[in-house]
């Protein structure tokens, strides 16, 4: 079992950035990010494995960047050029637990 905790959601701009983090409560490697919007399906974002190698969604790729600290169990996603479309709650994912975080809001907005 983890326990995760996301944090760094707000509201910026169109084009403003965000870094949204997720702390697990034990040692581990591999995290995934997720967002659902209203009334569309949850869907991944960027996901990093254990031995380092990410992935992201074609709808972020060049502007979200998934990395980790291994020495504090954080996992960090670091959005740029923020668009409306990315307007959503966002969620972090322990693949080997299945265990999800509570979600932060992120709101693109003029």
């Known amino acids: 079992q983890v326990q995760l905790v996301e944090s760094g959601g707000g509201l910026v701009q169109p084009g403003g950035s965000l870094r949204l983090s997720c702390i697990a409560s034990?040692?581990?490697?591999?995290f995934s990010w997720y967002r659902q919007a209203p009334g569309k399906q949850r869907e991944l974002v960027a996901g990093?494995?254990?031995?380092?190698?990410?992935n992201y969604a074609d709808s972020v790729k060049g502007r979200f960047t998934i990395s980790r600290d291994n020495t504090k169990s954080t996992v960090y996603l670091q959005m740029n050029n923020l668009k409306p479309e990315d307007t959503a709650v966002y969620y972090c994912?322990?693949?080997?637990?299945?265990?999800w975080g509570q979600g932060t809001q992120v709101t693109v907005s003029s």
């Open positions: 034990r040692s581990i490697f591999s």
């Open positions: 994912k322990s693949p080997r637990y299945d265990s």
């Open positions: 990093i494995s254990s031995s380092g190698s990410t």
